[in-house]
């Protein structure tokens, strides 16, 4: 669909073309498809997609004004870059899992240490009657 079209569906949708410091035009750089809205009924800008099919929505900008940032993140969020996303939430994943396998065992091991603790006092305990 394209950014008139979207434009004209939504009430709430303005399409920004031109920026102080040429955030729209730049964004096509980066993929010639995109295009910004801005969406006065969030107060957000909002990036779009001509080669989406449904929706053109990719994502809302999470700053409050258009900026170098907004490039950034859309380089992040580039389906191109999934991969590298996958693999870098798979290193975290393994991270946690580590983590709470070590808090796991040294639970274990707390406990195994008061059972025997305990069994040792009570053997002691007998002992003296």
């Known amino acids: 669909m394209d950014k008139i079209t979207v434009c004209n569906k939504s ?4 399409l920004v073309e031109n920026h102080v410091l040429g955030i729209p035009e730049r964004l096509k750089q980066i993929d010639k498809s995109y295009f910004v809205v801005w969406n006065s009924k969030k107060e957000k800008f909002e990036v779009h997609s001509e080669d989406n099919v449904g929706s053109t929505y990719c994502f809302t900008v999470p700053y409050r004004e258009l900026d170098c940032r907004t490039l950034e993140y859309a380089r992040e ?11 870098e939430i798979e290193k975290q994943d393994e991270i946690i899992e580590k983590a709470v396998k070590r808090e796991r065992e040294k639970l ?21 009657v």
């Open 11 to 14: 009430p709430y949708f303005c």
């Open 77 to 87: 969020t580039r389906i191109e870059r999934s991969d590298i996303v996958f693999v």
């Open 108 to 128: 274990f091991d707390d406990i195994g240490r008061e059972v025997f603790d305990r069994a040792m006092f009570e053997e002691r305990s007998t002992k003296e």
